[in-house]
């Protein structure tokens, strides 16, 4: 008779062989095998209901493989919806094919739509107007060029025009001779010149002197070559022109050399029509701009500032205003100078705030002293204190909730450039006390650059993503983050984001409640820095802890439309329990940069089937534009926003 098998012992052996064989992989495999163990239970950990609750949940947002662009640039539109905004996303070959991009996406729907788009709108300006459109300005002319990569000499042609009578225009491709070098440059773009101004003695009325029409206009060699480098200033003469425009039509530039080419900045602007869903041509710039920042002012002109110009260099001082009405710019007709994006805020006095924060680019010693700014005289009012004075690039700004008491934090930053120094401080200023002065806050884990910042409608700050080294070199990525409490000037612990985030990087706030997290761009891809980087397009979504509650008040009914001053009132079925009610102005975030966002506290009363809100008067405290109006629960739980319009 056959032997039949025992399977007893069979399966104890089988046991001990798999058991060896585990002991022998895991040998070799230790650390694998723990990270992978320790991975599974994280994500049983975060995804636990009492997690949740607590630390609030991060989520991918799925975007077609077909809408996923370099999104640069965000702003919540009144539809509710969101645009993302990218031009040519910070790619070389994007922008030389002009395929310049934007993609709306609807929170509610989750459904995507491109939009055409014009202009490189890659590192533009904007704000939100008074009508719900959004203004968008300035973006890139030209890419820049490493000093390697520099192979004509070139650099700024200042063109002077000695003829009072008429302004000249000089096309592209005119060359430009100097007269002591006998080297011939040639421009690149178009220039206008203006006509040369009479000056007479103010008294007597004699003439004085003509004073040449300036034009500016970046001009590169002919050929290639160090031998074509000029060292010293010299005149140019233009070629091709004949009689009175050959006397007085001439060139004077500075050194023109095969060092590094900053990019250059565009005039075009823009007004987006979230109800059309098309960008809208307006008047363009005097000056064209590249990293300039937009802030809408007390009477609902927009002031543009900063940036770098059509050559690449700082735009001097040369600040000037949008009017929405007639959709023209003009000069303020003051001088101010600060680096690119520099963080400006309208006060509740109609003056400006500015908290050093800024994008880089600009005179290290130039505007980067923080203060307060009266536009009308000029005068600026510096506020000391700062800490980490020098590690203000890339810094972020947040008006505090609620805007009436004009507190303002200042959240991380770098140094200048590519420094490697990165701030761990959150620095407070009240702009109520008597002598404003900076103070140190609640301060991060570590030195973080291109911090996000958003407030909650729990009037509570989200803060989140950043990397502690430029560009997130050496894998500094930091994947924090956090919520700051203004009464108790502390920061929580959150769920941690599963995405790095720096440079061109933003956060928005829905109307929903929710966080919505985009871009990214790494200078490498790999911890050694071997390998360059990839723009990051996935979008993340943050649920706070407020959303995992078991209920949260809800607001119906009620106006559209409420002048400051007037008292609207709004229908809810959790009377009882609602606290507070606060208008939320949509953001307009670039580089961690968003003068938009501020939370208003409101006057409310308790009815019989409802609320009733009460709307500040102060115009410069509530800008005229849409908001969205929140009540918040005896838990701190927010409704979802409702679109109230602020005429």
């Not at 539109?77 to 030389?96: E, M, R």
């Not at 070559?225 to 001439?250: I, P």
Request: proline share 7%; glycine share 10%.
């Amino acid at each position: 008779m056959p032997v039949r098998p025992n399977h007893r012992k069979n399966r104890a052996r089988r046991i001990a062989i798999g058991a060896a064989v585990v002991l022998v992989v895991a040998g070799f495999n230790g650390p694998a095998l723990w990270r992978f163990g320790s991975e599974k239970y994280h994500e049983y950990k975060i995804n636990k209901p009492e997690y949740k609750a607590e630390n609030g949940h991060w989520d991918y947002l799925e975007v077609p493989s077909e809408y996923k662009i370099n999104s640069i640039h965000a702003a919540l539109l009144h539809t509710g919806k969101v645009l993302l905004i990218a031009g040519s996303g910070n790619n070389q070959k994007n922008f030389d094919a002009k395929k310049f991009e934007s993609v709306l996406w609807d929170p509610q729907t989750d459904k995507f739509k491109k939009i055409p788009t014009p202009k490189d709108m890659f590192c533009a300006g904007h704000t939100q107007l008074p009508d719900g459109k959004l203004l968008v300005a300035g973006g890139t002319k030209r890419y820049e060029k490493l000093q390697g990569d520099v192979t004509k000499a070139g650099g700024l042609m200042i063109v002077h025009n000695e003829d009072p009578d008429a302004p000249k225009t000089l096309p592209a491709g005119t060359k430009f001779t100097g007269k002591k070098n006998g080297k011939t440059f040639v421009s690149k773009d178009p220039v206008l010149v203006e006509k040369a101004k009479k000056v007479f003695d103010p008294k007597t009325g004699r003439f004085l002197r003509t004073e040449a029409g300036l034009g500016r206009i970046y001009v590169e060699a002919e050929e290639s070559g160090k031998e074509f480098e000029t060292g010293t200033e010299d005149n140019y003469r233009v070629q091709g022109l004949k009689g009175g425009d050959a006397r007085n039509l001439y060139g004077i530039a500075q050194k023109l050399a095969l060092d590094k080419k900053d990019f250059q900045g565009i005039k075009e602007a823009y007004e987006f029509d979230p109800v059309a869903e098309k960008y809208i041509t307006v008047d363009p710039m005097n000056e064209a701009r590249w990293y300039p920042t937009l802030t809408t002012l007390k009477d609902g002109k927009v002031l543009s500032l900063s940036g770098l110009d059509e050559i690449g260099q700082i735009v001097p001082g040369k600040d000037e205003v949008y009017d929405p009405k007639t959709k023209k710019w003009e000069y303020t007709g003051i001088i101010r100078k600060f680096p690119t994006y520099p963080a400006i805020f309208l006060m509740d006095n109609g003056k400006l705030f500015y908290s050093g924060s800024n994008a880089g680019y600009g005179p290290a010693d130039v505007g980067r002293e923080p203060g307060v700014w009266d536009l009308e005289t000029n005068d600026f009012d510096k506020i000391p204190g700062l800490s980490d004075p020098d590690q203000m690039e890339t810094s972020a700004t947040v008006m505090l909730p609620p805007a009436q008491d004009q507190r303002f934090m200042v959240i991380g930053g770098g140094g200048v450039g590519e420094s490697d120094k990165a701030s761990e401080k959150s620095r407070l200023v009240d702009l109520k006390d008597a002598s404003p002065r900076f103070k140190d806050g609640a301060a991060l884990d570590k030195g973080t650059r291109y911090p996000s910042a958003s407030l909650l409608p729990d009037d509570s700050i989200l803060v989140t993503g950043g990397s502690s080294d430029y560009r997130g070199r050496g894998g500094s990525n930091v994947l924090e983050a956090r919520t700051y409490d203004p009464k108790s000037g502390e920061y929580k612990r959150v769920a941690d984001p599963r995405v790095g985030r720096n440079y061109h990087s933003g956060s928005v706030l829905l109307p929903d409640g929710r966080v919505m997290i985009f871009g990214s761009d790494s200078l490498f891809a790999d911890d050694a820095n071997t390998k360059p980087g990839v723009f990051e397009q996935r979008i993340e979504i943050y649920t706070p802890p407020y959303l995992y509650r078991d209920s949260r008040p809800e607001v119906t009914g009620g106006p559209k439309s409420l002048d400051r001053g007037a008292t609207g009132t709004f229908k809810t079925k959790d009377t009882a329990s609602i606290k507070s009610a606060k208008l939320m102005r949509p953001s307009a975030v670039t580089h961690v940069t968003d003068v938009d966002q501020r939370s208003i506290a409101l006057e409310m009363k308790k009815t019989g089937d409802g609320i009733s809100v009460t709307v500040p008067k102060n115009r410069a405290l509530v800008p005229s534009g849409w908001y969205m109006l929140f009540v918040t629960d005896d838990k701190g739980t927010p409704s979802k926003g409702v679109w109230v319009e602020v005429p």
